[in-house]
């Protein structure tokens, strides 16, 4: 089932009992759901069929950043198990992007193909440290024009950098954006944060929200209150 929600809930759980506890709680009209690094390495792909028969689009969130062949060879396996959408990391470099986005047009395969720009938990010290001496704003903008060129659908970046983005690379380039705490909710991990009805103004396309929602005591309200943020 296809959703006009913007929301993509992430399944970041140990088990996949625990994952579908959850994703049964959840209506595939009002949100899709994101698989991660952590779930999928327990469970496999038997979690993208179990959320697929439950009528869930997927958003499979393995951040794939590795040498042009294999980085096509994972994209290709993801997408031919009907993800709606996929990641890579733009730092993996143009030749890494560009192998992926034609290894999906050779196949046919329509999976979104999305980069990771700046991890919505980094700063500039924690940018500094890897030896990047820009900002996140500058640094984003910087590896979205790559993703962009390198035949991106969009890209992962924070609340913060979208509206830029939007100027840079147009309305149609997806900016799908974690970091995304509602007013009730703690920060986390996460250090560049918006609330949801503020990320969409500021022109993302899609928010991914974890924990605000899979560890609120209620997690329908939860998500009820993030929608009624959104109206
Ligand atoms: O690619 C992602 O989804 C992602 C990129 C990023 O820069 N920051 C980020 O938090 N994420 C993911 O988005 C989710 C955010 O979860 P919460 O912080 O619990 O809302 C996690 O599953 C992260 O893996």
Redesign the pocket.
């Known amino acids: 089932m296809s959703t006009a929600s913007p929301l993509i809930i ?1 399944l ?1 759980y140990a088990s996949l009992d625990a994952a579908l506890c959850m994703a049964d709680r959840l209506d595939p009209s009002r949100c899709r759901l ?1 698989v ?2 952590e779930l999928f390495t327990r469970s496999g792909p038997d979690v993208l069929d179990a959320l697929h028969g439950r009528g869930f689009e997927v ?1 499979l ?1 393995l ?1 794939f950043h590795d040498i042009p062949a294999t980085v096509a060879g994972a994209v290709q396996a993801a997408a031919e198990q009907g993800v709606w959408m996929v ?1 890579v990391h733009a730092a993996g470099g143009r030749r890494m992007m560009e192998a992926a986005r034609s290894r999906l047009d050779t196949h046919g395969l329509v999976t979104h193909l999305i980069a ?1 720009t ?4 980094m700063e500039a010290d924690d940018l500094a440290e890897v030896g990047v001496n820009a900002s996140p704003a500058e640094q984003v903008e910087r590896l979205a024009q790559l993703a962009f060129d390198s035949g991106m659908d969009g890209v ?3 609340a913060q950098e979208a509206a830029a983005l939007r100027t840079r690379c147009g309305d149609d380039f997806l900016k ?1 954006t ?4 509602p007013s009730f909710a703690d920060a ?3 250090r560049r944060i918006m609330t949801p009805a503020k990320a969409m103004a500021a022109g993302s396309t899609h928010l ?5 929602v ?1 560890q609120a005591a209620d997690p329908m309200a939860a998500l009820a209150a993030i929608e009624s943020e959104l109206a």
């Open positions: 992430a970041d994101k991660g690094k958003f969130d951040k990641n990771v700046v991890l919505t938990s992962v970046c924070s799908v974690p970091g995304i705490r986390f991990d996460q991914v929200v974890g924990r605000p899979t």
